[in-house]
């Protein structure tokens, strides 16, 4: 089983600061999810990728397939962008199946005003 | 408005009781999911069901059980046998089609306590 290990757990910045949010991953994958979760609990698909980058509005997410690694980028960061962000890799022995998706524990991200 | 509703929002059972959680999509979507969330922890997968009148296990299923019998619900019952029950539930629906897109879209959740 893929094994997904996200850093730092948790994370606190001043507004504006540059966010870097890290995820590594043991098995090849088909894709890579980075989701958004509010305080409240709901859960937001923010990205799928299955290889370079990809950009909506402030985020950023990017993947190196050779170093099994992402990472997810907040620039001009705001107190609205709290959140934890989570990892989630399909690995291709699960041959995309429902079964097939590794979550990470998350990042919990504060931005301070 | 298309999306997926859970309710209750916030459940409370004593021990030794079943107790059902609801989900609902109006999404079309063909797959749905139901996970659980406990601090410190990622999400795991109970069950899915990628078509009506059928379902799977997921890495946890023992201690629940669901149904499928209409596209838009997917109904999660906790049942007594589940040890430790207490923790958030997460529904999700994914258009099922594997070759081009397997984004979930998730509910808002359900906090179940064991009093």
């Known amino acids: 089983k893929n094994e997904v290990e996200q850093s730092p757990q948790n994370l606190t910045a001043q507004e504006g600061e540059f966010i870097t949010i890290n995820c590594s991953y043991s098995?090849?994958?088909?894709?890579l999810h980075w989701l958004q979760q509010h305080p409240g609990g709901g859960i937001v698909s923010l990205f799928m990728?299955?290889?370079g980058k990809k950009k909506h509005g402030r985020l950023i997410a990017t993947i190196n397939i050779q170093e099994k690694h992402s990472s997810l980028h907040i620039t001009a960061s705001h107190p609205r962008d709290s959140a934890v962000y989570i990892c989630a890799v399909r690995s291709f022995y699960s041959g995309g199946g429902a079964d097939g998706l590794t979550f990470g524990k998350g990042t919990h991200l504060i931005i301070q005003p | 408005d298309g999306g997926i509703t859970q309710s209750p929002k916030y459940l409370f059972r004593k021990e030794g009781q079943n107790v059902t959680l609801s989900c609902e999509q109006n999404l079309n979507h063909d797959a749905m999911y139901w996970y659980r969330q406990d601090p410190g922890q990622g999400l795991r997968l109970i069950y899915y069901?990628?078509?009506?009148?059928?379902?799977q296990k997921g890495d946890i299923a023992e201690g629940y059980s669901v149904s499928r019998e209409k596209k838009e619900s997917f109904p999660l019952t906790v049942t007594s046998a589940q040890k430790n029950p207490t923790a958030f539930y997460l529904c999700?629906?994914?258009?099922?089609?594997?070759?081009?897109?397997?984004?979930?879209?998730f509910g808002p959740g359900t906090r179940l306590t064991v009093l």
């Open positions: 098995v090849g994958i088909s894709a």
């Open positions: 069901s990628q078509i009506v009148n059928d379902f």
């Open positions: 990728l299955s290889s």
């Open positions: 999700a629906s994914s258009i099922a089609d594997r070759e081009y897109s397997d984004t979930q879209y």
